[in-house]
């Protein structure tokens, strides 16, 4: 499968513990982006990445939470101290720069208890 | 802030009817209007998608009529099956922003047999 992969696909944790998130994007794709999705809402932008460099965050990624893509490849995403809003399903996705398609993964689910 | 306003929310319809879900969008820094539509458990997936200098663009059952004058535009989805059972997004992007997406709401469309 040449798609693009999220790990794990769920995950429970308590509040107040920290959870980190995997994404290996198509392997030529040189940008790739985190989305945050709530139930029964659309997808909303987090951050994201051309190569290794990190080129625009949202205002809903608070200082809890960080990103990387420390070699252009694969990404994480991690949240420190959950809260219980931070409950959503965690979207990652990859292009080439300038291209228009966004193919997303299949999600990593966060419950926090 | 919204910037992409879909409707209905759900919709339901029998099979081989026409389903017509309505975007309504307020930057008009956007230059490319994607569809996605999402399975239970899945990421979104590219369905069609419309630049603003067309009116209208159609791939097999699914159509898109953009009216920029409105700043609106609607996906219809022709002959309706139960597989097209899922939820649609409208989104829309901005190239200066790296590509990011800005999605809709979300319509969670169910086709009777």
């Known amino acids: 499968d040449t798609g693009v992969s999220q790990d794990p696909r769920h995950k429970i944790t308590k509040r107040g513990q920290n959870v980190t998130f995997r994404c290996d994007p198509i392997?030529?794709?040189?940008?790739l982006y985190w989305y945050r999705q709530t139930l029964g809402q659309g997808p909303e932008f987090l951050t994201y990445?051309?190569?290794?460099?990190?080129?625009?965050k949202s205002r809903l990624l608070s200082d809890r939470f960080s990103a990387e893509r420390p070699k252009g490849s694969f990404s994480t995403l991690e949240i420190q101290r959950t809260e219980q809003g931070d409950s959503a399903m965690y979207l990652c996705?990859?292009?080439?720069?300038?291209?228009?398609?966004?193919?997303f993964g299949a999600g990593s689910r966060l419950t926090v208890l | 802030q919204q910037q992409v306003k879909q409707s209905p929310q759900s919709l339901i319809v029998q099979k081989g009817g026409i389903s017509i879900i309505n975007c309504a969008y307020e930057?008009?820094?956007?230059?490319?209007f994607p569809w996605y539509q999402q399975f239970p458990g899945k990421g979104p997936a590219l369905l069609i998608a419309?630049?603003?200098?067309?009116s209208e663009k159609k791939e097999g059952r699914f159509t898109i009529s953009f009216n920029k004058s409105a700043k609106q535009f609607s996906l219809h989805i022709m002959d309706s099956q139960p597989g097209d059972s899922a939820t649609y997004f409208c989104?829309?992007?901005?190239?200066?922003?790296?590509?990011?997406?800005?999605f809709g709401g979300g319509t969670r469309l169910m086709v009777k047999p």
């Open positions: 996705a990859s292009t080439v720069g300038g291209a228009n398609v966004l193919t």
């Open positions: 392997s030529e794709h040189n940008r």
């Open positions: 990445f051309q190569n290794e460099a990190q080129l625009e």
């Open positions: 930057n008009t820094a956007f230059d490319y």
């Open positions: 419309i630049r603003p200098d067309v």
């Open positions: 989104a829309a992007r901005r190239k200066v922003a790296g590509n990011m997406l800005t």
